[in-house]
């Protein structure tokens, strides 16, 4: 018997789930990605990894670090793949500025929610985030728990 994959949105490639916990969000940006061939390819396949990445601004352009692209097998030999490479992110230069100033004066994160595809184009949603230190955390495993016995309650009740 095969395993059966988790559900996603139609479309998602890779969604980095530890965002929310490590985090607390706020805006969320969408960008398209400057991709090579075989890495277009490989998105096809599903083959990405976010767990790991972040977005960081440098002399007016935004780029993500840390995203895991797998090469095909079939890959072709004469181009040599990157799985890690920095990729750029389409963004237009006003929300660069916005993304930019919000990091510098306000100590925020740029963190990579999800990848997937938007009318054939691939894009990437990342958020501004601060990060929770661990009494957040445990606010929210708490808080979480008590809406599960909310739940219980109404249902049974």
Not at 3 to 14: D, S, W
Not at 97 to 103: K, Q
Not at 134 to 142: G, H, L, S, T, Y
């Amino acid at each position: 018997m095969s395993q059966k994959k988790k559900k996603t949105a139609p479309g998602t490639i890779a969604k980095n789930k530890s965002a929310h916990f490590n985090y607390a969000l706020s805006d969320k940006i969408e960008a398209g990605l400057k991709l090579e061939g075989w890495e277009v390819k490989s998105l096809r396949k599903g083959k990405a990894n976010i767990v790991g990445a972040h977005v960081f601004i440098k002399n007016g352009e935004a780029f993500v670090s840390g995203m895991i692209i797998e090469p095909l097998a079939q890959h072709c030999s004469y181009i040599p793949a990157e799985p890690t490479r920095i990729r750029k992110l389409l963004l237009k230069t006003r929300e660069i500025a916005h993304l930019a100033g919000a990091v510098d004066r306000d100590g925020y994160t740029l963190v990579p929610n999800s990848v997937y595809w938007k009318k054939g184009w691939a894009k990437m949603s990342f958020s501004l985030g601060k990060g929770k230190n661990d009494r957040d955390k445990r606010q929210d495993d708490k808080s979480r728990e008590w809406q599960r016995q909310q739940a219980r309650v109404m249902k049974n009740g």
